[in-house]
Each structure stands twice: as structure tokens, then as C-alpha cells.
């Protein structure tokens, strides 16, 4: 697949003094996507060996994963993938050694490239189901001229520190994540020598499928294989709401994963209108309003008013 041939990641705007300024900033804001050249500010680094291969040769599976899924795919130019040295990543986004890779406005940032290529696109996989998701920007005041409110589920309505269904937004993005690396990984010759790996040493270790080996380190003769999923406690909340709701609405869901889907065509068309819905008929009125805010402690023990 050409990667220049692509949908843009901005489906919706709000804001503005007229329709023709909202498609203008529209315009302007997927340009800058397409046709971004890199920043002063960030010192990158080269793209591992076989990175760029792998990338375009699963373009193809995750284009039909996500529209499966209810979503419209965007694929990532390879020039807006960034590898960046551990200390610049860490300076230029503010974040520690926690924080393995990140995305923004339709980038890809990851912190080093020494790492097993298995890791590294499990990381990058992540990121793009960020991309791929209901993006909602709004118009803001001089000197900016748009600021993104909506990614997925996650809702960021004035300030960064009124985030509302972050934890659910990245318990269903790694979901995601791991059910298209376990599905697609296996056909690529290069990724199935490491998945192989990585299931015998599950095999032989066995957890629930939250626990999958948050980190691992496996030495094999001279190389060494680093497993590592994130958000292990939200994605196991969020299955629990999930076999909840089908329990309830037997007549409607046949499974947990059938809720699940719900909650998938929320995070890629932005309508979160069926999901409210299913918490407060569940849990009762307000209960959607507190998953916003907490989803670790969800459903709060004292009734919501």
C-alpha cells in the first residue's frame, strides 16, 4: 500500500464564527498532518532495522481490523513516526521512563530503538489505534488556532486536567492493540519468531489474559525479548462493566464482547450516546458521569445523585 494514499486523522470541529472558518481550520489541520516535515525541537533518531517494512506490510491487515471494528483506519506516513533518544524524549515531553511511546495530532513519538522489534510495534500498534480514533478539534482563541477536544473516548473539555475517560479510552486502545497483534503478528515472518516465543513462555507460565506479563525480560541464547502490556487493572474493570452489562441485557448481548463492540464504535464514530445508556441502565442514573471521571474505583460504592 502507498502510504501517501490515506484518510486524515480530523473527522469533526466545533467552534468558530462560521462553517466556512471551521472547514478552513479543518483543511489546515489535516494539511499540517500530511505535510509535516519534522521540528527543530526534536532530535530524531534512525528507525530500527526491518521498522519500515513491517510497518507497510500490516497496513493492510489493520485497515480491515479497524473497519471490522466499526471504525475508518488512518494510515501513518512513515514520516510521521519519530524515534527519539531516551533522555530527548524525556525533555521534550515531559515524561519518564514509564512512558514508552506517545502520539499526538496524528505522530508517533517512541523513546529509543534499541528495544526487540516485537516491542517496539506492539508500542507502535497502540499509538495507531490512538490515530485511528474519533478525533474532534475546537476552535480556540488566538495564538492557537485549534486544540483537540475529543480523542477516542477520552474528552479533554477546557483544560488537560479536566481529562474525562482516560482510563477507559486506554483500557479499549490496548485491547484493541493486543487482539490485532495476536491475530496479525503471526503472519509476518520476522514478528511470528518473537510471538512464537512469547506464547511458549506463556504457555509455560500461565495468567489471566489482563495479566500478560506487564513486563518480561527472556533471554535466549544472545537475544533478549521484552513483553510488555499496559493498563492491565483498567482493561480488566473494563471487561467486568462489559460481562456486567451482557448479564443484565441478555436479550440484547449474547456476550461480554458483544458490549465490548459497543464500546468500540463509540471510541472510532465518537457517538457515546448507546454507552450511556447501557451504564446508567446498569448501574444506574449518574453512573456514566462517574466512569468520566474514575473507572479504577467504578461503580462507586454510594448511590450517585
Known amino acids: 500500500m502507498n502510504l501517501e494514499n490515506r484518510s486524515t486523522p480530523f473527522k469533526d470541529i466545533s467552534g468558530g464564527e462560521s462553517p466556512e472558518k471551521r472547514a478552513e481550520i479543518l483543511d489546515a489541520a489535516n494539511s499540517s498532518y500530511i505535510n509535516f516535515e519534522g521540528s527543530a525541537h526534536i532530535s530524531e533518531i534512525d528507525h530500527p532495522e526491518g521498522f519500515d517494512e513491517i510497518v507497510e506490510a500490516i497496513q493492510n491487515d489493520f485497515e480491515k481490523f479497524v473497519i471490522n471494528h466499526g471504525g475508518i483506519p488512518v494510515n501513518i506516513l ?27 495530532i496524528g505522530h508517533i513519538f517512541i523513546r529509543g530503538n534499541n528495544k526487540d522489534i516485537h516491542s517496539i510495534m506492539s508500542d507502535f500498534v497502540h499509538e495507531l489505534f490512538h490515530i485511528s480514533s474519533y478525533h474532534k478539534l475546537q476552535v480556540a482563541p488566538a495564538p492557537l488556532i485549534f486544540t483537540s477536544t475529543r480523542s477516542g473516548l477520552l474528552a479533554t473539555p477546557h483544560k488537560r486536567s479536566d481529562r474525562l475517560f482516560d482510563n477507559l479510552n486506554e483500557a479499549i486502545t490496548d485491547t484493541l492493540a493486543l487482539r ?31 495479566d500478560v506479563y506487564k513486563t518480561v525480560r527472556y533471554q535466549d541464547n544472545a537475544s533478549i525479548y521484552t513483553w510488555r502490556r499496559q493498563y492491565t487493572q483498567e482493561k480488566r474493570k473494563l471487561y467486568e462493566i462489559c460481562e456486567t452489562i451482557a448479564q443484565k441485557k441478555k436479550d440484547t448481548y449474547l456476550s461480554a464482547n458483544d458490549v465490548f463492540l459497543e464500546f468500540t464504535r463509540g471510541y472510532f464514530n465518537g457517538d457515546m450516546s448507546v454507552i450511556a445508556k447501557l451504564i446508567d441502565d446498569t448501574y444506574g442514573k449518574g453512573s456514566f458521569r462517574a466512569l468520566a471521571i474514575d473507572l479504577k474505583n467504578f461503580p462507586p460504592k454510594k448511590e450517585i445523585t
Open 180 to 210: 490485532f497483534e495476536q491475530m496479525f503478528f503471526r503472519t509476518h515472518p520476522t514478528l511470528k519468531k518473537y510471538t512464537d516465543k512469547k506464547e511458549q513462555f506463556q504457555n509455560q507460565n500461565p495468567k489471566d489474559e489482563f
Open 78 to 104: 512513515l514520516k510521521n513516526i519519530h524515534f527519539m533518544t531516551e533522555k530527548d524524549f524525556d525533555q521534550c515531553f515531559k515524561k519518564d521512563s514509564k512512558t514508552p511511546q506517545l502520539s499526538t
